[in-house]
């Protein structure tokens, strides 16, 4: 009996394997994913390597679904508290409800914080603490008043459904950097945003590059497994399955593309096993769970605090893009069209202290250099009121913050009115925004380009400016 | 389409009054000497345009085309018009632009100016714009233009040649003029074609290419044992005629419009019925029907003079094609409910371009084409025929409006009104009035009970549809009959009697029972007063108002629209439209209230109300008018006991309703009264352009735009898209064939045959099958049919050393191709392995298997069995937002745009799917189970049969002796004998897992 071929074994090039295999989960070095994948990939756009040094490796994107007010949390307005409960005294735009009441004052006290003196809200206490590694950015600017398309927009630069993640662009330009992971890990509070999965698809992009969901819920990964080492039946199939496969690629004399599938599931396999060490929090101390969160007496900070604890692992590994979803206190997300103030305290409870000591432990581990922490929403909420205590959508000026991943920290980029409403100083788009990220990551969002339907296509569409402000 | 541009300026002007900002702006009126105003236009006004708008509308770019650097431009302005008024800051474009309240025009684009920079820019164009007196500066270069000429000479646009088969050398090897082509390059090249496929191989391959399912092991029992020509033709002509082949290549054309059944976006709302049309694709493919017929029923089905009918069932197949349009994605409440239309108009273009076409046509919605010979114009002018059309549920099968069945309904609506005249007049108790309407037909009981006028308008209403003109309604489908009624009705068939009279004439969808459906609109009319008034009647339905062709009305904003009706009596319905001031609206009169076309019950037969209109006013009065409400005199007797005339009377007539026929409906195209639209300026649809007169692209058709008969102009679009003179439709989808056959078009980007898309390796090859194509009556099975029964298509894939080397790519077509299985495909061989496959056809979609944390909005109630129901995977259900998971693994596209080739990608996680799924194990189990049970009994004999099944060819001995000690030692473990069903079941597992068993060598 011939022994089971191995992938390294097997006569597969490296370029082939690059080509046509799982380059989401690169078993090579992240140079030669550089030098080879991405310009034989991208043979129609050119070469999107960037002419300057990457300055972050990977990117946690902490997506908060339905649109956190912005006049609530990191951009203080005094006016709103002055003229509260008086007619608004600015133009309305149209609103998702078309229910708009009076001028709203925010129900929570700013303060300074930190050396920068940064303006954070009480609704966010441990954040806080972060103030000089934060980059607040007043002056976002959507496209959409309503869910879906600002979802689709945010996350894939187009309002309209079928279009590539920016995880999922990120992936193919990069590749993944961990042995056994894929390059976008979509961690899965429990809420899956409206506009559905396809908010993390790979759309036009090669299969691979979509976003894997880790649910935090049951089996973490769908057709997984859960034993991190095959029982004798499994190992017995495994035999069984080399020894055919080897034949029947014998005799297609080594073709790539079979070639690539049997290398696939040496990778599956590796995965199998990956996934529960990587799931296991036990092997972290007892105080940093703390710190996260993961006692926490509310349920849904539990949960969040493992989303987050399980990042930095991610991140820790080489994984490129991970992005976690919010759990469910039943508010209906961030998007308190009403009661305002219970949503907003519970959702903050939820997330402010697993997101604090993330951002202390990535520091800690020196994580915090080459990772970009992105905390944004959709769109952000109205200045004045829906009905009484409400906020609607609004997409014409909202707060996003930055931090680690070479943006400055303890800054504030752009500016609101008066109200809080629209944007008026150094306006920030959604493709700007995925522009600045591929920067960091030491992709040109003009150069990573897939051709389809005709067209050479960008997560930026024909649009996009790097925030040079921004950058450390 | 309308004009949106005086009233959003007028809108901003308000915004600014309210700020009270331009007050003092306006306050000087007398000029400061010139000396002055020079001196602050070089100190102060020059340097903030230089500054903050030349780069943008300077000399270089012209962004909107306006240019900023000479008084002159100001003044002519850009795209938007004059950028000022001089002396007028409330009415200056610039200003509103940099006061940046507009969220629709803020400049400069990042920030706002300062409040002292703004100040200076009013008081400068207060004081008149003062601008020196100096030369105009020259205009920059012209951007390189958009040479129509040249790009019309590009190859896709040229007229179809009919080139004879070149000469080759080896004329033993040609089959089909397809392989003297193909053969005259590769020896030009020096190159030999790849030998033929082994007999198994071909066998394997030619199933899964024309039915999606692994040969029968007694088929390749046999074809092993006689692998010549004549047999290999027959088995080619049983595939093409086997039921199975329809369904197999009907999901390749569902790729191409982007098929399914909802609608995505936050809440996926189904589109109802969308099943049948793939049942309507898998029937057209079946029955052959030809191709530009095909084409022809997607553009225009539902006006064909004399609509392919189902030989069988006698439906409507025609119309179904219409379907297409509707699997666009929409959402609920757009806050711009024109943007909203301009995005599915979009998508609805985007797919009919590069699926009859294959052309990028969308491309040139924001500008002319970048690269194709396609103008903005051109975009606009199909737009204009695509929103012209309407949604409907259409029926399928019609009741024939002339003929017997129904002329007598109406019959008996009017004996029973004349039965029950004479005998409430005969009664002894009876109001007077009786006597009189006994006398009388009873359409002219409404003038004797002195209630036949029609409301009267006011100053201040519009008509816009009246039942007594027919101009200004639209029906589509033959619920409301071919005229309005009027006269007492029974319209509660065929429960007791109960009647009413609406005064006037009525379209009313209830003549002739309840139980069909009834769909009424209006023409498209502009929302210009604050109100709509509707006169309508009706019972369990609605009337809703459909703004920019938007249906799916919800809230919040959109409730409002919909209203229910009911309680049987005329009333008015007002509307306050308000916020769609200058919009494009129609009403829309629906028997069944449901909420919108998201919500039309399925094949509901029972419980249809019924619904009446007779008038729509456009209003600037809140209050409708009034209007009088004829009152039938009370009956002399009571409903439960009827004289015996009325019981006949009614009974004749709830029987004659009950004859006429029931109709299952399809989501389709209906008419609209069809109006040119406007070129949205950059895309952008608050910027109308210049008219863009409907018509087909100038590239094919000539720019001057054919007259259109009336309605969209979609007949007209089949008739020029179809025209002789057209090579597309013909090029296009005979390479889709070759695409599906060998691996890939002759044209690899199936979908563009534009300037970017690749050029065809064999032009000649391709123009002699599309002239063929056209020559056999555009029939898709012969060509089919000679491309698998050629030399080319039955090589081998494997390629010979000097092909691997001087034909790295393929170019020359010197071997097939290898390919990997589609999705469908794997989980259909599954099914079939294990003899779970369903092989019924047609029906509802079946649910997919949803996991519980599948929690996204719009989750179906119901989550569908694990193996499908056993039906092969083109009846699974296509919800947008819950696609199953086991095909987009393999690469089955999410339904948002045409997908002609698919990728075809190869990544670990469609190894965890074929390995753990739940779905590939039981399927294993079943197949273990079914060799156990029926299969042969010796161990060795079981193990050839499941390769045979699996893999079409039997072990290597090599194999054989693998399999046999893998079973020994699984049954061993296992602690069973030879017949282990855990043993078998993990053989099963590793053979589904072999390589082979996804690829087509």
Redesign the interface.
Known sequence: ?TPAPLPDRSPITRRQCLL???N??GMLALQGLLADQVRAATRAGGDPRPRYRPRARSVIFLYMDGGPSQVDTFDPKPLLTREHGRPFG??M???????NGNTLGSPWAFHQHGDSGLWVSELFPHVARNADRLCVVRSMVSE??????ANYFLHTGS????RPSMGAWIGYGLGSEARDLPAYVVL?G?????????NF?S??L???TQG?IF?M??QAV????TAATPD??TA??RT??R???A???Q???G?D??A???A??E??FA??AAVPELLDLGSEGTLLQHLYGIDHDYEHTRTFARQCLLARRLVERGVRFVQLTCPDTGHDRWDQHGNLKRGHDDNCRMVDQPIGALLQDLQARGLLDDTLVVWAGEFGRTPFAQGKNGRDHNP?GFSIWLAGGGVRGGMTYGAT?DYGY?A????VTIHDLHATILHLLGLDHQRLTY?F???DLRLTDVYGEVVRGILA | MSAPGDRTAARALA?FL??GLVATAVLAQQQPPAADRLQVFEAEVRPLLSEHCWRCHGRQVQKSGLRLDHGSFLRAGGTRGPALEAGDPAHSLLLRAVH????DLQMP????LAPAQVAVLERWIADGAFWPDEPVPAAAAPAPGFDFEQRRRHWAWQALCDPPSPPVRDATWVRDPLDAFVLAGLEAAELAPAPPASPAGLLRRVCFDLVGLPPAPALVTAFSADPSEQRYRAIVDDLLASPRFGERWARHWLDLVRYAETL???Y?FEVPNAWRYRDYVIRALAADVPYDQFVREHLAGDLLPVPRRDPVTGANESVQGTAFWWFV?Q?H????VVQAQA?RVA?QI?VLG?TFLGL?VA?ARCHDHK?DAITTVDYYALYGIVAGARYAQQPLQPCDLQGEGYRAVLLLQRRLATAVATAAAAADSADPRWRQLALLPPERWDERLGSAAVPALRPGDTLIADAGDAAGWQLSDDGFGSAPWRGPVADDLPAQLQWRLLPGPWWHSGVAGTHRHGLLTTRSFVLDRPFVHVRVAGSGARATLVVEGFQLVRD??YGGLHRSIGGGDARWVTYEVG?WQGRSAYLQFVDQDTADLADEAEDDRHDRGWVAAQQVLSSAVREPPPATTAVLPPLPFAAAALPAAVQQALTELAAAAARLPLSPTVPALAEGNGSDGHVFVRGNPQLPGELAPRRFLQALAGARAPAIAGGSGRRELADALLAADNPLPARVQVNRILHHLLGRGIVR?V??F?A??ERPTHKALLDRLATDFVRSGWSQKQMIRRVVLSSTYRMQ???AAAARERDPRNDLFSRQS?R?LEGEAIRDALLALSGRLDQATFGPSVPVPL????????RPAQSGPLDGAGRRSIYLAVR???LP?FL??F?TP?P???VGAR?S?????????L???PFVRQQCQRWAERELASGPATRAQRIGAMFTAAFAHPP?P??QE??ER?VD??AQ??GGDGSDL?AWT??A???V????F??L?
Not at chain 2, 333 to 336: A, F, L, N, R, Y
């Open positions: 009996m046509r295999c799982a989401g989960f600015a133009r735009e149209p609103t998702q409800f078309d229910n959409f008043s309503e869910h879906t398309n309002g309209l459904q079928g899965n429990g809420l899956i945003p409206p506009g559905g999965v396809d698809h759309g036009f090669p299969a691979h894997s649910r819920q049951g769908a057709n997984l497994g004798a039946a017995r199939q069984l399955l020894q055919l496969d034949e029947a690629l005799q297609q004399d073709a593309a079979i690539a599938a049997i696939n599931y990778l599956a995965m199998q014409f009115d629209k008026v100083q150094d306006k051709r339907g005709g067209r | 915004g309210g700020f940046y309240q507009d969220v684009p990042r920030s706002r995505g976006h936050e996926d994605e959402t409440s757009p806050v711009d995005d998508n985007d590069k990028t491309c690269f919040p904003i916020r980007t979908d563009n534009g970017l898309g894939s494997l390629a290898l990997r996991a519980e944390s599948c929690n996204a909005r719009g947008r937002n819950f998971a987009l693994a690469d999410a948002f745009a045409t990728n990608s190869n990544v670990p996680a469609q190894a965890l799917a390995w753990n799924d290597t090599q194999q693998q399999c893998f030692d699984a473990s296992h855990r993990e053989l597992q590793v053979l897992n072999q390589k082979e996804i690829f060598p």
